[in-house]
Nanobody, 124 residues
Framework: QVQLVESGGGLVQAGGSLRLSCAAS????????VGWFRQAPGKEREFVAA????????DYAQSVKGRFTMSRDNAKNTVYLQMNSLRPEDTAVYYC?????????????????WGQGTQVTVSS
């Protein structure tokens, strides 16, 4: 099992930046692919970004490409989501997911391991 705790959310003006962190417990975390998802009010949870266990490969939703960067530090059992050029439509609760499958053609499929989420609000 793995437990995930997100942090770094907050209120920011459009065009600003935030860095989210997802800290994990569990010795196997460094072998897990990890994904970020978000859910806006009244909408379904959607994929944002993912990284392989090694950090070599990343994948991004089209809506965040070029603005968001995902990375990981396995020594610290932590993954990060650097979010730049934020827009009001990025407002959502952001969730970390670990242990999903990350196929070369299928993208990241979430596992049952979710964090509690962190709120990101972007004002116009």
């Amino acid at each position: 099992q793995v437990q995930l705790v997100e942090s770094g959310g907050g209120l920011v003006q459009a065009g600003g930046s935030l860095r989210l962190s997802c800290a994990a417990s569990g010795r196997s975390f460094s072998s897990y692919a990890v994904g970020w998802f978000r859910q806006a009010p009244g909408k379904e949870r959607e994929f944002v970004a993912a990284v392989t266990w090694s950090g070599v490969r990343t994948d991004y939703a089209q809506s965040v490409k070029g603005r968001f960067t995902m990375s990981r530090d396995n020594a610290k059992n932590t993954v990060y989501l650097q979010m730049n050029s934020l827009r009001p439509e990025d407002t959502a609760v952001y969730y970390c997911n670990a242990g999903g499958t990350f196929g070369s053609s299928s993208g990241y499929r979430a596992s049952a391991y979710w964090g509690q989420g962190t709120q990101v609000t972007v004002s116009s």
